[in-house]
């Protein structure tokens, strides 16, 4: 299996996933949605504050409720290579991608369009007639470590952040 079909069935595990967890949500709670987005407090440490809830009820009070998926995707390490950046993938979980970067850690500023594309916080991008957003549900940057949850997102915004830090100068990274 190629790294493109690993990020694919990746998404496709998890969202199918998701979209199990919704249904249910939305049996349990009269009044909810899915992927509620929030500005959080400057304490939070999320990239501008910006996170998305899987699902947001408010039956009796509002209540923020994440899956944990039950499945992921398992194989043995591998490492890929994209232009100059040479990357070891150890797991690829889709909710919970971490790149740790060797190197210099790159500036909050260099993920801005990046972030305006995929968490979409003005929902400019956003299809409603589909069934989810497509977008991350937060991103984190924490020195060299880079946490994604990738939420809905296509393997495209995975792919466009490989792009973004190998267009950084990043030589290498770690993908788990």
Same mark, same amino acid.
């Given at each position: 299996m190629d790294f493109e079909d690993l990020m694919e069935l990746s998404r496709d595990s998890y969202v199918s996933q998701f979209a199990s967890f919704i249904e249910k949500q939305q049996a349990l709670h009269d009044k909810g949605s899915a992927e509620v987005k929030?500005?959080? =407090?400057? &304490? =939070? /440490?999320l990239y501008r504050q910006f996170y998305c809830a899987d699902y947001a009820s408010n039956d009796d009070g509002v209540q923020i409720v994440e899956m944990t998926p039950d499945e992921e995707v398992s194989f043995d390490s591998i490492s890929v =290579? +994209? /232009?100059e950046l040479e990357m070891t993938v150890q797991? !690829?979980?889709? &909710?919970d991608v971490t790149l740790t970067?060797?190197?210099e850690a790159l500036p909050p500023e260099a993920?801005?369009?990046w972030f305006e594309t995929w968490f979409d916080p003005d929902e400019t991008n956003t299809d409603w007639d589909s069934k989810f957003s497509s977008h991350v549900h =937060?991103? +984190?940057?924490?020195g060299h470590d880079i946490h994604v949850d990738f939420g809905t997102a296509p393997v495209?915004? !995975?792919v466009e952040l490989f792009v973004l830090i190998e267009g950084a100068g990043?030589?290498?990274a770690t993908v788990s």
């Open positions: 929030f500005q959080l =407090s400057d &304490h =939070s /440490g =290579s +994209l /232009g797991r !690829l979980n889709w &909710h970067l060797e190197g993920f801005a369009e =937060s991103l +984190l940057l924490d495209e915004a !995975l990043v030589k290498a």
